[in-house]
């Protein structure tokens, strides 16, 4: 599969004839540097790595306080995005709310990484009949739109975060499974595994030093490109109230609670809309730059 | 033809029987005995007892799920474990008013989609294309309800051109419908729009390059009808997948942009039944959207089949 490019693909920083070897291991580097798009949105994404790792002692006043003589206040030098229905200061809460959003990502990430990876690779060992229903019942939870079926889990399980960041993570095993099938059944049947093969090598490690170094390429596209949407299902079930509980807030959770308040205090919805819009801009160009940057396979012909 | 329909009939029907298993089977991981939950708080141990038998508790659950599934089949979804409202009833009256908003969103993104695609294509690599592609990239990562948020507003509050909320519905007062659905449906096919027109612009140039367009340009054909007639037909394959795809994550936002713009549809019965633990409403909603999103897989593999001869 070769997909014709949608961006300006920087060919003339990575000349085939300019890589030597012993670069090699510098080449994915400088591919991605000349990215201008993927290293703005990988700044941005450390930023907000930063905000979430130390959020609580960045935040300028307790996001928790209630202040009721201060409620939906404008934007002002004390408060420099405003406060809320409960007076609370927004621009602590949506720091720390960062915590909260990256880990509901990375739930749902690990859910669909962790058992989509290995059910691919057992489909592509398996026998081609097996591996085929195997693939067919993964094809079913694909057709599934995230959102619904959270819903439907969360029906079961009661609202909150943790359960519906792993609803959302099984939508995204059949992608994994599926494209780590696919990479997979592309290498499994060269020369060099099949010799490894005849002369004995255990299966698991064949699969640790051969297999796998040949599908982290597109699996880390896949990863990136995944963590976009699970911040977008995140945020929209925090939206809906189904996903972080108060008083527990992420980036969704604020903009829900922004609703009732649109025509009084409209302040109170543009940063956590805008914060989300931004970190999945540049997830998706950090993507991108990521594929663009690989090796000669999974790069976009211009 | 026929035999196409048969055969993705045979496909689908055991996909759909799996999804009911799946969302019975998510009965059994309820936390806690519901009929105490349901019985209330003080209800003595007989009435527990009653109400179990009442919602057929006490019997084994694939015994259960048969029921439900023969019930299911002649359009009977069961009730509602609270208020004993009929499920399909709560369908019939919801699910319309999704469709609509979500077949609105649907044509909102072809509409703008597909001639965003297609200039973006013809003028590659010039500033109509740049700003095509640069606004694609904002509206896919854009959460549709934010978009639906600072629309309302703009559009409802400060400029007061649309009704900010309050629902008519399409049979009462059709106009009046469509003045309350244009902010809902931009804000819900605006990210659909997006996708659209970035895969037809790939397909398109793609298809551009191909030697049959070149033949047809060569024996002097109008340009329109290379374009129009050659080229469009190749390069919608694609773009009819995205659309089909694209129903089934419109189907998911819908129930969220209803939220931003108070619409009774699915999303709020969706909403409150996971907060009232309701299942029998959730899996219904749930086995009848996925009826929605197979079904459009089937419209859309026909179109498939019709455009390009080759897939028959």
């Known amino acids: 599969m070769m997909p014709v490019d949608t961006r300006k693909t920087d060919t003339s920083s990575a000349p085939e004839t300019a890589v030597a070897h012993y670069r090699h291991r ?33 935040a300028p006043h307790d996001p928790l306080q209630n202040n009721l003589g201060q409620v939906l206040q404008p934007p ?63 094809d079913g939870i694909m057709a599934f739109p995230p959102i619904l079926l959270a819903i439907g889990v969360l029906g079961a399980l009661g609202p909150g975060l943790t359960q519906a960041m792993i609803a959302v993570g099984v939508v995204f095993v059949p992608r994994f499974a599926r494209l780590t099938r696919a990479s997979v059944q592309q290498v ?17 490690r064949i699969l640790r030093w051969h297999v796998l170094p040949n599908i982290t390429g597109p699996l880390v596209v896949q990863i990136a490109v995944t963590c976009g949407f699970a911040m977008l299902a995140e945020a929209g079930l925090s939206f809906l109230g189904l996903g972080a509980q108060p008083p527990d807030a992420s980036w969704g959770a604020l903009l829900g609670r922004a609703l009732p308040y649109v025509n ?10 805008l914060l989300i819009t931004l970190t999945v801009l540049a997830t998706n160009a950090v993507a991108d730059g990521i594929g663009d940057s690989l090796g000669r396979g999974s790069r976009r012909q211009k | 033809m026929l035999a196409l ?10 996909l759909l029987l799996f999804v009911t298993l799946l969302v019975n089977l998510m009965s059994l991981l309820v936390p806690g005995d519901p009929a105490v939950q349901i019985a209330g708080e003080n209800a003595t141990h007989e009435q527990i007892e009653l109400t179990r038998q009442r919602l057929g508790l006490d019997r084994p659950w694939h015994e259960r799920y048969l029921d439900w599934l023969a019930g ?33 969103a649907l044509v909102f993104a072809a509409l703008v989609g597909v001639p965003a695609g297609i200039l973006a294509a013809l003028r590659r690599n010039r500033w109509q294309d740049s700003l095509i592609r640069g606004v694609a990239t904002i509206g896919i990562a854009m959460p549709g309800y934010w978009l639906g948020l600072l629309l309302l507003m703009v559009f409802a509050i400060q400029l007061g051109l649309f009704p900010t909320i309050g629902y008519t519905p399409l049979t009462e007062n059709p106009a009046a419908w469509l003045h309350g659905i244009v902010l809902p449906t931009v804000a819900l096919g605006a990210p659909a729009a997006a996708e659209v027109a970035r895969q037809l612009r790939r397909s398109m140039i793609d298809t551009l390059q191909q030697d049959f367009v070149r033949t047809a ?12 007639k050659h080229a469009l037909t190749h390069a919608a394959n694609p773009v009819v997948t995205v659309l089909a795809t694209q129903m089934a994550l419109l189907l998911g936002a819908a129930v969220i942009i209803e939220k931003v713009f108070v619409i009774p549809g699915i999303g709020e019965l969706a909403v409150n039944s996971v907060i009232n633990k309701d299942l029998t409403i959730v899996q219904g909603i749930v086995v009848v959207t996925t009826l929605v999103i197979v079904v459009t897989n089937l419209l859309a593999d026909l179109a498939h089949a019709w455009l390009s001869p080759r897939t028959r």
């Open chain 1, 26 to 58: 510098w080449r994915f580097l400088r591919r991605f540097l000349s990215h201008p798009g993927a290293v703005l949105g990988g700044a941005f994404l450390a930023l907000v790595a930063v905000l979430a790792m130390f959020g609580p002692h960045l």
């Open chain 1, 76 to 138: 002002s030098g004390d408060h420099w995005l405003g406060t809320d229905d409960l007076g609370r200061d927004l621009l602590s809460r949506l720091i720390v709310a960062t915590r909260i959003t990256v880990q509901a990502a990375l739930i749902s990430l690990a859910v669909g990484v962790g058992i989509g990876v290995p059910l691919g690779l057992a489909a592509a060992i398996m026998p081609p009949l097996l591996g085929g229903l195997l693939m067919r019942i993964t």
């Open chain 1, 188 to 204: 499994y049947h060269e020369t060099y595994i099949e010799a490894s093969r005849v002369i004995g090598t255990p299966l698991r």
């Open chain 1, 264 to 273: 009084t205090a409209w302040w109170l919805g543009i940063a956590p809309g």
């Open chain 2, 5 to 14: 329909i048969g055969r993705r009939l045979l496909v689908t029907l055991p």
């Open chain 2, 72 to 104: 299911a089949a002649r359009g009977d979804l069961g009730n509602s474990v609270f208020t004993n409202d009929s499920v399909s009833q709560l369908l019939q009256e919801r699910l319309p008013v999704t469709l609509a908003l979500t077949l609105s």
């Open chain 2, 217 to 228: 340009t060569a024996k002097g054909l109008r340009y329109w009808m290379v374009l129009g």
